[in-house]
């Protein structure tokens, strides 16, 4: 297709992929016809900085929207129609349904469409999860009723359904606004995604914070009480004024699964590196949509922010003719969780083990700055390798520093399939105030090979 | 060789590529003779950590010291001497000649020779160079030299001759004994080895911080005076309680020069991929040795300390019969000036020039947090690539925060000959604390691939 060829380009869903892919393509070729149909009245903003944002009550929360909605209509030349819900894809007829707000229906033609629904908080089918102090925190609106809800309701005690991400986040948000959280999940363990050392340094920051943890109990119903709401565990009951539900994400394909689009890996819409699906003239990004793992080579669901916008870029270029293969996620990931720095790449031993590696795994305590220099706390480092093929598959970090950036080496490793070996090789900075001579990375790599 | 097999193993240098061959060798091989010479008094400490420890008055200097000379005889069942200085080494007869402190002279045999004499600071040869006053920062001795020079002699002006690394360093710990700053330099540009903008950041920093900057001033003499010394400029005197001298170093090569051996880049012995020099009894590692660049290929002479560390384990692997190649150096390396992180991996655009690359270079200005994220200051990102095969040659970065840790995804990059292009394909890690969606790494790399 020629750059420049007139087209028209439909997008469902105006949040990182969407937006990324109708900007790009625009700018790629200006003969283009782009229209989004986004069903809230919000686009491109941060949803990660929504914790952060919620733990100031003087912020306001307009300042996570990088780009308001007339900026893409007027600058961008993007039909961006906010309020509009797509309820049907014809792919035989290259057209999309919906209805807005309003209640008026509407229809669009495409040449090329993407459907970039996103994902949406798990609602856990028990009773009382409809009133009106149970919010999950996953679009702006949904935030914004929380921040509101915390300050007019004066918010005093707030239990968190899971213990992901947003849950972890969102129990340093609630302590800065004076909000004591109990935490409840099903599950024993309190982070099965984390080697057991770092789960539990993990844990200890949360206790130490006054967080109270509730794993391995299940939440029988919500009920209606006097402050707000009771949450009654299977041999326990919680007073909350909030309750957040926060039990994980599934992504929103079923657009796509009634158009008869193939589904992949977590029931996410299955795409090619090129972000095709299974329809010629159908992209899906972001959320909704699979990758590939760079460390297993198989489909995964990881929905993160990167690789949204990247996959939004790669639509763009793919559709104006400029070939763009993505070579997959790492599932790269970073959070804090009060003064804890948490951050993971690749595969766990578990997921190393499914994927059929034949993984080892070696747990280090390194410091954060050099010996005899002030101020250094630990660092806790799990490295996961093949002993078959020698290569790097994972790694996990907690520590109060150096800990976020630091991640990011062993990712691109696993990016370049290095093996452990070659990994140990690398010529990593040093200076006192930000680690030892050996960097932490280096030692775990180091103890990890004597074990392979 | 057996690895249990009875040899003599002689170390000329205990400091960290001396004494990581040698506690390495004697751990892997029991029935060794394991002898270091060292000229100086200590042995195994943090030398880059001076600059902080002088900074504070009340931390002792022996905070510094990782494992004492007592523990390495005792616990490591290492012959070690200090005060032992080595002045012949005769590679036909395998030994090595000296004296002592005290005057008296030695030998000793050897199977296997390390020379690890490490690097010296370049002492310009002006006039009152060799006043008590003048000193340099290399060694523990000169450290607490120093630092018991700034407390007794109540230093209020010091004058720095040089702008590199540890002269950069000593205007923090100086500012925070309350010593009013200047720094000389013969060169017209500040500092010729970062891009301009990176340069100009660290500059600012400085003069903040009261440093006052005299580039392009050449040294005419040193003269003693009523408060210690005035340091004559061509057109300019300062006053100065203390001058500290730290205009470079040099690899100490000369025993190696006189006993034949081959020298290398940067006038540091030339040694092969598992630190053999020419000799094939005789290993050199650490400062006084060369090594290959892993971007460019050809050798090079960087005197850092992670290589020194690596470089002494891989000499006792190799003489030990466990074959272990270095694959070389990226001059990987961050530093601290006052509030500034700085860091560095690769080529600059004149270096890549210099290897007969076709470099291009880009420099951004990036957020150290996500839109919207209160305390985000800039981070600027110079990046270079080559035209012809497309790979990354080098990043700069400078910043308050989040450049430190983040250089070492570059540098991984680096060991594996990544091309811009795959870099910028790699899954970074996001969290709104800690940056952008996109990292400023990634930034940098898909606006230098438009320049390519």
Same mark, same amino acid.
């Given at each position: 297709?020629?750059?420049?060829?007139?087209?028209?380009?439909?997008?469902?869903?105006?949040?990182?992929?969407?937006?990324?892919?109708?900007?790009?393509?625009?700018?790629?070729?200006?003969n283009?016809?782009?229209?989004v149909?986004?069903?809230?009245e919000?686009?491109?903003?941060?949803?990660?900085?929504?914790?952060?944002n919620?733990?100031?009550p003087?912020?306001?929360?307009?300042?996570?929207?990088?780009?308001?909605?007339?900026?893409?209509?007027?600058?961008?030349?993007?039909?961006?129609l906010?309020g509009?819900?797509?309820?049907?894809?014809?792919?035989?007829?290259?057209?999309?349904?919906?209805?807005?707000?309003?209640?008026?229906?509407?229809?669009?033609?495409?040449?090329?469409?993407?459907?970039?629904?996103?994902?949406?908080?798990?609602?856990?089918?028990?009773?009382?999860?409809?009133?009106?102090?149970? !919010?999950?925190?996953?679009?702006?609106s949904?935030?914004? !009723?929380?921040?509101?809800?915390i300050?007019?309701?004066?918010?005093?005690?707030?239990?968190?359904?899971?213990?992901?991400?947003?849950?972890?986040?969102?129990?340093?948000?609630f302590?800065?606004r004076?909000?004591?959280?109990?935490?409840?999940?099903?599950?024993?363990?309190? !982070?099965?995604?984390?080697?057991?050392?770092?789960?539990?340094?993990?844990?200890?920051?949360?206790?130490?914070?006054?967080?109270?943890?509730?794993?391995?109990?299940?939440?029988?119903?919500?009920?209606?009480?006097?402050?707000?709401?009771?949450v009654?565990?299977?041999?326990?009951?919680?007073?909350a004024?909030?309750?957040?539900?926060?039990?994980?994400?599934?992504?929103c394909?079923?657009l796509?699964?009634?158009?008869?689009?193939?589904?992949?890996?977590?029931?996410?819409?299955?795409?090619?590196?090129m972000?095709?699906?299974?329809?010629?003239?159908?992209?899906?990004?972001?959320?909704?949509a699979?990758a590939?793992h760079?460390?297993?080579?198989?489909?995964?669901?990881?929905?993160?922010?990167l690789?949204a916008?990247?996959a939004?870029?790669?639509?763009?270029?793919?559709?104006?003719?400029?070939k763009?293969?993505?070579?997959?996620?790492a599932?790269?990931?970073?959070f804090?969780?009060?003064?804890?720095?948490?951050a993971?790449?690749?595969?766990?031993?578990?997921?190393?083990?499914?994927?059929?590696?034949?993984?080892?795994?070696?747990?280090?305590?390194?410091?954060?700055?050099?010996?005899?220099?002030?101020?250094?706390?630990?660092i806790?480092v799990?490295?996961v390798g093949?002993?078959?093929?020698?290569?790097?598959?994972?790694?996990?970090?907690?520590?109060?520093e150096?800990?976020?950036?630091?991640?990011?080496a062993?990712?691109?490793a696993?990016?370049?399939?290095?093996?452990?070996?070659?990994?140990?090789?690398?010529?990593?900075?040093y200076?006192?105030?930000?680690?030892?001579?050996?960097d932490?990375?280096?030692?775990?790599?180091?103890?990890l090979?004597?074990?392979?």
């Amino acid at each position: 297709m020629k750059k420049e060829q007139v087209m028209t380009f439909l997008v469902i869903g105006g949040d990182a992929a969407g937006m990324s892919a109708a900007s790009k393509l625009k700018r790629m070729n200006k003969n283009a016809t782009v229209t989004v149909l986004e069903m809230t009245e919000d686009v491109s903003y941060s949803a990660c900085g929504m914790p952060y944002n919620i733990a100031d009550p003087d912020r306001d929360m307009d300042l996570l929207v990088v780009r308001t909605a007339d900026v893409f209509r007027q600058k961008n030349q993007i039909n961006l129609l906010t309020g509009h819900r797509a309820e049907k894809v014809s792919p035989k007829e290259k057209k999309v349904f919906g209805t807005t707000l309003s209640g008026q229906s509407f229809e669009f033609a495409y040449d090329k469409l993407l459907i970039a629904t996103g994902a949406r908080p798990v609602m856990p089918n028990i009773p009382g999860i409809d009133l009106d102090c149970v !919010l999950p925190l996953k679009n702006l609106s949904q935030g914004r !009723l929380i921040k509101s809800f915390i300050s007019e309701k004066k918010v005093k005690k707030a239990v968190i359904i899971g213990m992901g991400y947003i849950a972890l986040e969102m129990c340093e948000a609630f302590g800065k606004r004076g909000v004591a959280v109990s935490m409840v999940k099903p599950g024993e363990t309190f !982070l099965p995604w984390m080697q057991a050392d770092l789960s539990q340094m993990i844990q200890d920051e949360l206790v130490q914070n006054k967080v109270a943890l509730y794993a391995g109990k299940t939440v029988e119903c919500i009920e209606s009480s006097q402050i707000g709401a009771r949450v009654v565990l299977d041999d326990l009951t919680l007073d909350a004024d909030i309750v957040l539900v926060a039990a994980g994400v599934v992504p929103c394909s079923e657009l796509a699964e009634d158009a008869g689009l193939e589904l992949g890996a977590g029931g996410a819409i299955a795409v090619d590196r090129m972000l095709k699906t299974s329809d010629p003239d159908i992209y899906a990004a972001g959320d909704c949509a699979d990758a590939y793992h760079v460390v297993s080579g198989e489909k995964c669901w990881i929905p993160l922010a990167l690789r949204a916008n990247r996959a939004g870029w790669a639509v763009a270029d793919n559709i104006c003719g400029v070939k763009t293969e993505l070579k997959g996620v790492a599932g790269t990931s970073v959070f804090k969780v009060f003064d804890l720095q948490v951050a993971r790449t690749g595969l766990t031993v578990q997921e190393a083990n499914t994927a059929g590696f034949s993984p080892v795994e070696n747990m280090i305590t390194a410091r954060s700055r050099a010996h005899g220099h002030p101020g250094s706390t630990p660092i806790l480092v799990n490295m996961v390798g093949d002993k078959a093929s020698g290569r790097l598959l994972g790694v996990q970090m907690t520590g109060t520093e150096g800990v976020a950036h630091r991640i990011n080496a062993a990712a691109v490793a696993l990016q370049t399939s290095m093996t452990v070996s070659e990994f140990f090789q690398s010529d990593l900075a040093y200076a006192p105030p930000f680690g030892p001579v050996w960097d932490p990375l280096l030692t775990a790599a180091g103890q990890l090979l004597k074990k392979m």
